[in-house]
């Protein structure tokens, strides 16, 4: 298949687009770099050093033989250039990665708020409206999140995007319906995510575009099979405050003696994956289009779940590492139950990577190989959910003023 990777350039962006390469198809990445320009903006570099995309590009040529191919378009402000590039090479597939990612980075400032909604509901617009207007049949997979469903304390099972409910008629009948599962986004980035769920919703029952949309948890580890066949074709590993995601943050605080950052009582469940699987369950979505005309497609793309202190309780035991429990930034339950349904994944034959399989060997590999490239002053979470939580959290890069330390 010809593929474009919208955001190829990114932390999955770039594993997927090597992933599809290797699988045979023809990969096409279109990145505006702004995640490298983000990077210059917080004073911050990924953990492990990365080149540009075309020397990783070259890379994997050399390796391979195999070509991708890049295009510096920027989704959101040029929307000519994606129309024409589109309609000049008119690909099978599209996966669009091409937004900002980062909830604590969408909360930083007014500013910040902007530009997230700017630039992601406009990207997944822009791609949206050009494939209409281009009678483009290609099938649009995109990277969502499970945080479009909220964090509820009441435990009942997260179906696969929509919800089965009964509705009281007029008459006094009940019927049953399936609805989109209602959004309860936590940050103004994981809103985003909500909005591009109704644009999807609309330009498949509108215009019949084919549409899976991920719901993604939250992605650990850096390495897949072709991001290790090159030391140039390393994955980027973010830690900083904004753009570290918390099991790779703890595996990187634990591997330079920094205190495990919990945020509150660390009773936050999230849903998990492995970078691997993450890239896996993509090349599966793709296999499984949906029908011209039908609904949009969701999976639960994660595969297990996880509270925050027990994660922080298990790299402390692996490591000997201390735990800070922090004066929490977030505006989120303190304590949550989390039950996703993920069958759709595991039915197409996805055999997951498990956190106690793969733990220790991404701790020895990444963090402790690039400790030496941290910036201390860059791991404590700054970016405040409200202007009261701001007055109260610890910006103290060493924690001085951490509530305590066991
Ligand atoms: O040092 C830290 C960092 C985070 N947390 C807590 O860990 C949880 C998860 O935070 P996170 O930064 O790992 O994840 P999140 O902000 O939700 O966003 C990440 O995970 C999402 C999937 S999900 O969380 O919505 O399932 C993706 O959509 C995003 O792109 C990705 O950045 C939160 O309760 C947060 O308060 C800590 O306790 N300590």
New binding site residues.
């Given amino acids: 298949m010809k593929i474009a990777v919208m955001g190829g350039d990114g932390f999955i962006g770039w594993p997927t687009s090597l992933h599809l390469s290797d699988a045979g198809h023809d990969v096409h990445i279109l990145d505006n770099l702004s995640r490298r320009w983000i990077d210059t903006e917080l004073g911050v570099q990924s953990l492990t050093p990365m080149d540009s995309i075309q020397e990783r590009t070259r890379i994997w040529h050399a390796e391979t033989g195999r070509r991708i191919h890049f295009n510096l378009i920027d989704l959101a402000k040029d929307y000519e250039l994606l129309k024409n590039w589109l309609s000049e090479h008119r690909p099978d597939a599209i996966i669009h990665f091409a937004e900002q990612?980062?909830?604590?980075y969408s909360m930083k400032s007014d500013r910040h708020k902007n530009y997230t909604v700017n630039n992601n509901v406009s990207a997944t617009h822009n791609l949206l409206n050009a494939l209409t207007e281009l009678s483009l049949d290609a099938h649009l997979i995109h990277l969502g999140?499970?945080?479009v469903y909220g964090y509820s304390t009441v435990g009942a099972a997260i179906p696969e995007g929509y919800l089965a409910v009964g509705i009281e008629t007029a008459g006094g009948e009940t019927v049953s319906q399936e609805i989109l599962y209602p959004s309860n986004p936590?940050?103004i980035?994981?809103m985003t995510?909500c909005l591009d769920q109704l644009l999807f919703q609309f330009y498949a029952k509108n215009d019949g575009l084919r549409i899976t949309d991920l719901h993604?948890?939250?992605?650990w580890g850096t390495h897949t099979e072709q991001t290790r066949r090159h030391a140039q074709l390393i994955n980027r590993f973010d830690y900083d405050?904004d753009?570290?995601?918390?099991?790779n943050?703890?595996l990187i605080q634990a591997a330079i003696g920094y205190p495990l950052?919990?945020?509150?009582t660390?009773g936050?469940t999230?849903?998990f994956i492995h970078i691997q699987d993450s890239v896996r369950c993509i090349e599966l979505a793709l296999k499984n289009p949906p029908a011209r005309g039908a609904r949009v497609e969701i999976f639960n793309q994660?595969t297990e779940t996880h509270r925050?202190r027990d994660l922080a309780e298990m790299i402390a035991r692996i490591s000997g590492a201390t735990i800070a429990w922090l004066p929490?930034p977030?505006k989120?339950a303190a304590e949550n139950e989390l039950i996703v349904r993920n069958e759709k994944f595991r039915n197409l034959g996805l055999e997951p990577i498990t956190l106690e399989a793969g733990l220790l060997g991404e701790i020895v590999d990444v963090a402790k190989k690039f400790a030496y490239r941290v910036d201390r002053a860059r791991v404590p979470?700054v970016s405040a959910w409200t202007r009261d939580i701001a007055a109260t959290i610890n910006h103290d890069p060493e924690g001085k003023r951490l509530k305590s330390v066991s």
């Fill in positions: 990612r980062a909830a604590p999140t499970m945080g936590g940050s980035y994981h995510k993604q948890g939250i992605v405050g753009y570290g995601t918390v099991l943050r703890f950052t919990v945020h509150g660390g936050q999230r849903a994660m925050v929490n977030r989120e979470a």
